[in-house]
């Protein structure tokens, strides 16, 4: 009796083992894990490159038109990602992570395969006008890793007026984990000239060495929950302290 209920429990086991799926490799992907649907991102993508901010070595091509006022972000993922941050700059040709700014778009702690929407940027807000250029970022870690990985898409300010809209899907996968507000990355580029800035939650528990992780697409975190802080912490105090000239 005791020998038939060991191999019972040793193959319920094997089988919820087996039903666990590995986490994804950033070298299994020949396009990026995460990309943009709208507006359109760059061209290309190397495993080897990806975790190069700001857009994982990616030139960038033509831009498209964006309205200044009103516009969506649409992303889609091929696997579960964490940490999931958008930010904008409106420097030419970005070269530099410093170089980008959030807007208000919340940290996307944990999302599934499928698809992401939210609202762009509110450029005329931030003090841009039409005929104005600028590049959106993405940058994530893959489910259970510790790299970021970096997607950019480069656009052109247009009137709402004039903008026609695309065809494209706008729509949430259904596993999503928004982070609370405080938990939310806040960052500030380059701006006249003054150095970038950041704040971190006071929850938080950046390390020391998170100072080069933005920039160097690696967190210092080892648990899920620091991977969270990481997200929303570490990499916000690797903003305000990296300071790569």
């Known amino acids: 009796m005791l020998a038939t209920l060991l191999v019972a ?3 319920a086991s094997s089988a919820s083992a087996m039903a ?5 490799s950033i070298t299994e992907f020949t396009t990026s894990p995460v990309v943009f649907n709208f507006p359109p991102g760059r061209e290309g993508f190397n495993a080897s490159t990806a975790s190069k901010a700001p857009c994982g070595n990616m030139t960038m091509g033509a831009r ?19 940490n999931l941050n958008i930010v904008y700059t ?12 959030s807007f208000g778009a919340a940290t996307v702690q944990d999302i599934g395969s499928g698809g992401y929407c939210t609202a762009g940027p509110d450029f005329a807000a931030l003090g841009m006008a039409a005929g104005d250029v600028a590049t959106l970022m993405v940058f994530y870690q ?7 990985y970096y997607h950019c ?15 494209y899907t706008c729509a949430n996968a259904t596993d999503v984990q928004i982070a609370a507000s405080n938990d939310t990355l806040s960052m500030s580029g380059w701006s006249s000239g003054m150095a970038p800035t950041a704040t971190a939650s006071s929850g938080s528990h950046a390390s020391s060495s998170a100072a080069a992780a933005a920039a160097s697409s690696s967190s210092t975190s080892t648990s899920r929950a620091d991977r969270v802080v ?16």
């Open 9 to 11: 429990a040793l193959t």
């Open 90 to 101: 409106n420097d030419k040709d970005p070269a530099r992570f410093h170089a980008f700014s």
């Open 153 to 167: 898409a480069d656009v052109q300010l247009v009137a709402e007026s004039s903008f026609t809209k695309p065809s």
């Open 230 to 245: 990481a997200g929303a912490g570490a990499v916000l105090a690797a903003v305000g302290a990296a300071m790569l000239f």
């Open 20 to 24: 666990i799926s590995p986490r994804a």
């Open 142 to 148: 893959l489910d259970g890793a510790e790299t970021y």
């Open 64 to 82: 498209a038109n964006y309205p200044l006022t009103g516009g969506q972000i649409s992303l889609s993922q091929t696997t579960a990602i964490d």
